[in-house]
């Protein structure tokens, strides 16, 4: 086969992502030092379960009022689903570093300037979809902070989120800190929820574009072949077509193997989003029902409901991208111009055929194909569940 000088660093797609939770203290590295171990400790304890601790509290304390129980509970369900991604990933870290180090692979790399274009829109894609994400969030943080400021009850100005603590936030100097507290922990766990989310969609957007260029190898087989023997003169056209058809049945193989490890070492953290996010999208709409529209907290509200939106929503995006891309496997292989070729060439043609005829496919937890249909099942569940909730208040 023809070398293709330019190699990418695909894992340069999810860096940022590594980045931010390596600065926030959740992934470690192997050269991580003590120091680095004790921060980690801190920053989890302080800024996440110490927090989701006070969320739980105050909704015990709540229960019998819907209003303060709902308030009370929309971002605790985003910090419970948090909780087992923490878990999972923790628990999988070195083989997600692992995955991570696989795509370096030659077999994953572009053959010609066509499927250069085509992978480096697929690492685009994982990267954009990362920052609208953390963009997103920043948002309402900030927002967040701002609405208790401008917005000032009657009771004077409030904390923005609703939590439980053990003695009287009425003091000037209390009352700041535990303001700030609660930003600065929100403005965390907004961050390491994202890239921890965006991880899992960026690997899937990677996969998009190795089926993407796996299509493409096949359908030009005989191209790749005749560059191959344009340079070597000592191989013939059947034999280039076969060594070019093995190296496709070669990366079907490990993009097969690469979609199954994701699925296994995200699909429980994917069941969690998509379980806590539809009740939260619920539990959302229904805030919105008792906020003034167009105020800042309703806008804040709105763009939270954005953020858990586009999570599950990139999920099920790039699920069902990985479903169309497989799907036209068979048919690329089909047009490969094998009519004149050996028996041996058909009968290779014949099992990455017979072996693409089902689509791969990604689940939630073994549960829920992520896919735009999936996608609209929570939709339309939220919106049950809203309606229900609705009716309860009203009467």
């Given at each position: 086969?023809?070398?293709?000088?330019?190699?990418?660093?695909?894992?340069?797609?999810?860096?940022?992502?590594?980045?931010?939770?390596?600065?926030?203290?959740?992934?470690?590295t192997?050269?991580?030092?003590?120091?680095?171990?004790?921060?980690?400790v801190?920053?989890?304890?302080?800024?996440?379960?110490?927090?989701i601790i006070s969320?739980?509290?105050?909704?015990?304390?709540?229960?019998?009022?819907?209003?303060?129980?709902?308030?009370?509970?929309?971002?605790?369900?985003?910090?419970?689903?948090?909780?087992?991604?923490?878990?999972?990933?923790?628990?999988?870290?070195?083989?997600i570093?692992?995955?991570?180090?696989?795509?370096?692979?030659?077999?994953?790399?572009?053959?010609?300037?066509?499927?250069?274009?085509?992978?480096k829109?697929?690492?685009?894609?994982?990267?954009?979809?990362?920052?609208?994400?953390?963009?997103?969030?920043?948002?309402?943080?900030?927002?967040?902070?701002?609405?208790?400021?401008?917005?000032v009850?009657?009771?004077?100005?409030?904390?923005?989120?609703?939590?439980?603590?053990?003695?009287?936030?009425?003091?000037?100097?209390?009352?700041?800190?535990?303001?700030?507290?609660?930003?600065?922990?929100?403005?965390?766990?907004?961050?390491?929820?994202?890239?921890?989310?965006?991880?899992?969609s960026?690997?899937?957007?990677?996969?998009?574009?190795q089926?993407?260029?796996?299509?493409?190898?096949?359908?030009?087989?005989?191209?790749?072949?005749?560059?191959?023997?344009?340079?070597?003169?000592?191989?013939?056209?059947?034999?280039?077509?076969?060594?070019?058809?093995?190296?496709?049945?070669?990366?079907?193989?490990?993009?097969?193997?690469?979609t199954?490890?994701?699925?296994?070492?995200?699909?429980?953290?994917?069941?969690?989003?998509?379980?806590?996010?539809?009740?939260?999208?619920?539990?959302?709409?229904?805030?919105?029902?008792l906020?003034?529209?167009?105020?800042?907290?309703?806008?804040?509200?709105?763009?939270?409901?954005?953020?858990?939106?586009?999570?599950?929503l990139?999920?099920?995006?790039?699920?069902?991208?990985?479903?169309?891309?497989?799907?036209k496997?068979?048919?690329?292989?089909?047009?490969?111009?094998?009519t004149?070729?050996?028996?041996?060439?058909?009968?290779k043609?014949?099992?990455?055929?017979?072996?693409?005829?089902?689509?791969?496919k990604?689940?939630?937890?073994?549960?829920?194909?992520?896919?735009?249909?999936?996608?609209?099942?929570?939709?339309?569940?939220?919106?049950?569940?809203?309606?229900?909730?609705?009716?309860?208040?009203?009467?």
């Amino acid at each position: 086969m023809v070398d293709f000088r330019e190699n990418l660093m695909l894992g340069s797609a999810v860096a940022p992502n590594f980045f931010v939770m390596h600065l926030l203290g959740i992934w470690p590295t192997k050269t991580s030092t003590r120091l680095y171990k004790t921060y980690a400790v801190i920053i989890t304890s302080f800024v996440f379960f110490l927090y989701i601790i006070s969320e739980l509290v105050n909704i015990v304390i709540s229960f019998g009022d819907l209003e303060l129980i709902t308030q009370a509970s929309f971002l605790f369900l985003t910090h419970m689903a948090q909780l087992v991604k923490l878990y999972f990933f923790g628990r999988y870290r070195n083989r997600i570093q692992s995955l991570t180090d696989s795509l370096e692979r030659r077999v994953f790399q572009p053959r010609n300037g066509r499927q250069l274009v085509m992978v480096k829109r697929s690492m685009r894609r994982a990267t954009v979809t990362y920052y609208v994400l953390i963009s997103m969030s920043i948002a309402t943080c900030s927002l967040w902070a701002v609405f208790p400021m401008i917005e000032v009850g009657e009771n004077g100005m409030e904390l923005p989120l609703s939590a439980y603590y053990p003695f009287s936030t009425d003091l000037t100097i209390v009352f700041n800190v535990i303001f700030a507290y609660q930003i600065l922990s929100t403005a965390i766990n907004a961050a390491t929820n994202v890239s921890m989310d965006t991880t899992t969609s960026g690997f899937m957007s990677l996969v998009c574009g190795q089926l993407d260029i796996l299509n493409d190898s096949l359908i030009h087989v005989k191209d790749f072949a005749e560059e191959q023997i344009s340079s070597d003169r000592s191989i013939s056209l059947d034999a280039a077509m076969e060594e070019n058809l093995v190296h496709c049945v070669d990366h079907h193989r490990n993009i097969l193997q690469m979609t199954e490890e994701i699925g296994t070492l995200f699909g429980i953290t994917t069941l969690s989003q998509f379980a806590a996010g539809a009740i939260i999208i619920c539990i959302t709409m229904f805030e919105l029902t008792l906020v003034s529209l167009f105020s800042i907290k309703f806008v804040s509200m709105v763009l939270y409901q954005g953020c858990i939106l586009v999570e599950i929503l990139v999920y099920c995006w790039f699920g069902n991208e990985i479903i169309l891309r497989s799907s036209k496997i068979a048919n690329s292989a089909y047009h490969s111009d094998w009519t004149d070729s050996p028996t041996s060439y058909k009968r290779k043609l014949l099992l990455i055929m017979t072996r693409s005829r089902v689509p791969i496919k990604l689940y939630a937890g073994n549960f829920f194909t992520l896919s735009l249909e999936t996608f609209m099942t929570i939709l339309r569940t939220s919106w049950s569940y809203f309606a229900v909730l609705n009716r309860v208040h009203q009467d």
